[in-house]
Structure formats: structure tokens, C-alpha cells
């Protein structure tokens, strides 16, 4: 059974940080692309970064230079260090994984941010 376990969220002054975690129980960890995704009150959840099997990140545009993705192959773990946050950055945060080798996505159960002005 593939889980994601998401912790870190909570709530923050805009300006501040938080730093997200995502632990895997899927297996070839270090084989799968990680991703975190997140959704804000009455909007698409959507891709906020992805790390593939290299360690390469990918950001969406709304988050460059402020939130950066990494990776613990060895712990397997998903990071999500956010910085510079804004009230718009409000949202459940989701981890993610799109898995060709069990021919489905998982996902987490999500973990509130919440960013006030």
C-alpha cells in the first residue's frame, strides 16, 4: 500500500516561511518524480513544483525564487521550503506521486497553509 504522509502546514504572517514534508512509502522511492500540488478554497487544485528521479526541480511561474522542492532519497522524503509567503499562497498542499511502475497517481491527505495579512 503506497502512502503520503504530509506535515508542516500551519498558519504564518505574510512574509514568513514554512517548510513542508512529504514521506513516501512507495518503493523505488528514488525511481518516481515527486510533486507537490495545492488547492485553495473554490479553486483547481494546481502543480506548484516537481522533483524528478535526479533531483532536478520544476516551479511554476507563481512560486519561483521564493519556494524551493528537494528531496532525502535515503529518508524517503519530499520537502516543500517556502519562503516570502503571501496571502495568496493560502491552500491545502498536497504531495504527489504519478506512478507508470503501479499505473496510477497517489496522494497525500493534505496539509493546511494559511497566510494572513
Known amino acids: 500500500q503506497v502512502q503520503l504522509v504530509e506535515s508542516g502546514g500551519g498558519l504564518v504572517q505574510a512574509g514568513g516561511s514554512l517548510t513542508l514534508s512529504c514521506a513516501a512509502s512507495i518503493l523505488p522511492f528514488s525511481l518516481h518524480v515527486m510533486a507537490w500540488y495545492r488547492q485553495a478554497p473554490g479553486k483547481q487544485r494546481e502543480l506548484v513544483a516537481s522533483?524528478?528521479?535526479?533531483?532536478?526541480?520544476n516551479y511554476k511561474e507563481f512560486v519561483k525564487g521564493r519556494f524551493t522542492i528537494s528531496r532525502d532519497n535515503a529518508k524517503k522524503v519530499v520537502y516543500l521550503q517556502m519562503s516570502s509567503l503571501k496571502p495568496e499562497d493560502t491552500a491545502v498542499y498536497y504531495c504527489?506521486?504519478?506512478?507508470?511502475?503501479?499505473?496510477?497517481?497517489?496522494w497525500g491527505q493534505g496539509t493546511q497553509v494559511t497566510v494572513s495579512s
Open positions: 504527489n506521486v504519478n506512478s507508470s511502475l503501479f499505473g496510477r497517481s497517489f
Open positions: 522533483i524528478n528521479r535526479g533531483g532536478v526541480p
